[in-house]
């Protein structure tokens, strides 16, 4: 028998993300929808499942959830109901969680994204509303689990691909597609250290040419994409490992240990998964009409793939550009409305993927939340460019402009003086005392060390405080020495 | 008739312990139910439509405003056993 390569094989992958809705209240009470609270304060009796209670659905979570679907290109069912899913775990209450089985929110949708530069289409199986469960607290010292319901209830989207992923990348190249198109969408805060996206991966392989799935597993307890990509390299080599020298795959959960930087099999106390899915009596059916879902449809945004293209077809924008431009929603409307004040497009998009964007990460904030005003940024970056600011002064004046958008771009530069100066005259002159005071130099120069032109181009914009335009003063003392 | 092997594996996911004795009339009343339904299967239902629920209702909603929850005390108030404002549980998985 010939010994078998990874190559022989073909890495399939399925990824589950859970997607928490920012809804203002839980899917079925009026419990505030809230992260970080003291444990058990946003629990009443229905979402701590207390007998006699019963849900009622939350409008906006139904609306979101539609809303998300159309994003992913699904079909919407018509008639959405809910199903419970029976397991005992102690972060249910209830003993069942409220889900939907055989009628979904929507169905056969997909997301396109770039897997090395070439477009490749992930079809979306399902997208399916449900509750959150709370939150466990393994405290192994004590040989027991604290339980927080605080989260149980958290209105959540359950987005399944089909097996369509055929490598880790491209694992990671669709979640962070889905991310980006989702918190266009503004139903979620999608971020994964408070949890509010999550991912369940499925992996398994298959001799190439194999049209047939292998055993696959479950991997859970990722929290980021990119422990997803390096659970599932991690997987795709045990799995490999197991596969050429003879042996099978077990059919199971595998949980990541980001320390060990391993998967292991979940041990658990459960028997085997039966959900016993039965539709749930304490909610009726819901039917959604056509006019409904097309008046959601009509709120859906431009989706950042379109952005992105547009971006480069309105305004000239290369595609690194236009693309780091959409990685923020907030961030390409204030580019457009910057570029619609401005016919210096390209020095803009500079201003924004530059001194901007290292503000606003140093900040952890978005555009949306500083007062800055489109206009006040265009003239910032005009006067910068017409030489009548330096660059250094204009990355002054953006900070106090993010701190206060009660200031304008000419009270600053008028206050603190840091207008540039490009008199000719008075640079001219600053330019030959400079030379007069570094004879020395100047001879060096004229005997063949050009890299000292540096040293006096720094000497003068010493000299003139910092305010000469230094586009200027290198010109003067360039005549001065070479033209003279 | 419903096995002693499929009484265990229902008694096990309900989370009820059945002593030896009980497990005889639990496998005859289940039987009984399952008997009934299969007399349900032989009607022809064709024309149909499956019903989920029986109430003539449809699209009962909620809107998203906020309501008063309970206090961390009296949501703790009927725990078996509860430490740092939390339920205490047996721990179920094994890290």
Sequence with gaps: MSILTQKDFETVIGLEVHLQFSTRTKIFCGCENAFGKEPNTCVCPVCLGLPGTLPVLNKSALDSAIKTALALNCTVNSYIKFDRKNYYYPDLPKGYQISQFDFPIGHDGYLDILVNGNPKRIRIHRAHIEEDAGKLIHDNAEGCSLVDYNRTGTPLMEIVTEPDLRSPQEAYDYLTALKLALQYLDVSDCDMEKGSLRCDANISLRRAGETRLGTKTELKNMNSFKAVKAALEFEEMRQFRVLATGGTIVQETRLWNEDKQATFTMRTKEEAHDYRYFPEPDLVPF??????????????????????????????????????????????????????????????????????????????????????????????????????????????????????????????????????????????????????????????????????????????????????NPKKIKDIIQRRLFNA | MITNTDLQYISALARMSLAEEELKPMAEDLSSILDYIAQLQKLDVTDIKPTSHVLPLKNVYRDDSIKPSLTQEKALSFAISKAKGAFKVPQIVDN
């Design chain 1, 287 to 468: 039917i959604v009409e056509d006019a409904e879902i097309e008046r959601i449809r009509l709120t859906l945004p431009e989706n950042p793939q379109a952005k992105c293209q547009r971006l480069q077809k309105d305004y000239g924008l290369s595609d690194y550009d236009a693309t780091i431009i959409v990685q923020d929603r907030h961030l390409a409307d204030f580019f457009e409305h910057c570029a619609k004040h401005s016919g210096k497009i390209k020095k803009i998009a500079n201003w924004i993927i530059g001194p901007l964007l290292k503000e606003l990460k140093d900040r952890r904030c978005s555009v949306k939340d500083l007062s800055l005003k489109p206009e006040q940024f265009v003239l910032l970056v005009e006067k910068v460019e017409n030489g009548d600011l330096s660059n250094l002064a204009g990355k002054d004046i953006l900070i106090t402009l993010l701190e206060d958008g009660s200031k304008t771009v000419e009270d600053l530069i008028e206050k603190s003086g840091l207008s540039q100066v490009s008199d000719d005259a008075l640079l001219e002159s600053i330019a030959d005392e400079t030379l007069k005071e570094h004879a020395d130099v100047v001879t060096q120069i004229k005997n063949g060390n050009h890299g000292a032109v540096g040293f006096l181009i720094g000497q003068a914009m010493k000299k003139s405080q910092g305010k000469g």
